[in-house]
């Protein structure tokens, strides 16, 4: 059966930086486009990131272009997010979604928790 893992998460000074990591398995991960999205306390879902099936595209929302960066080793079935210069309203549950928002999404992590503060 499909499996997205998260990791990485943790407890971040404003300025710090983390490198999420997504472990996928039971589907052909290097024919799929992955996202990251978060949802920070009390709010909405947020799409964060998408990148292609072979890693030569990405998008980003706009507030953290620059920042964060998507990136998957598809041999380990592996998806990645470097976030940079991390700020407070980037305090969020970050999950690993299998899909994008013009095939759809189908299968998501149990998510991993971005706390950034002082």
């Known amino acids: 059966q499909v499996q997205l893992v998260e990791s990485g998460g943790g407890l971040v000074q404003p300025g710090g930086s983390l490198r999420l990591s997504c472990a996928a398995s039971?589907?052909?991960?290097?024919?799929?486009?992955m996202s990251w999205i978060r949802q920070a306390p009390g709010e909405g879902l947020e799409w964060v990131s998408w990148?292609?099936?072979?890693?030569?595209?990405?998008l980003y929302t706009d507030s953290v272009k620059g920042r964060f960066t998507a990136s998957r080793d598809n041999p380990k079935n592996t998806l990645y997010l470097q976030v940079n210069s991390l700020k407070p309203e980037d305090t969020a549950m970050y999950y690993c979604?299998?899909?994008?928002?013009?095939?759809?999404?189908?299968?998501w992590g149990r998510g991993t928790q971005v706390t950034v503060s002082s």
């Open positions: 979604v299998k899909g994008s928002s013009t095939v759809g999404y189908d299968y």
């Open positions: 039971g589907f052909a991960f290097s024919s799929y486009p």
């Open positions: 990148i292609d099936s072979d890693g030569s595209g990405a």
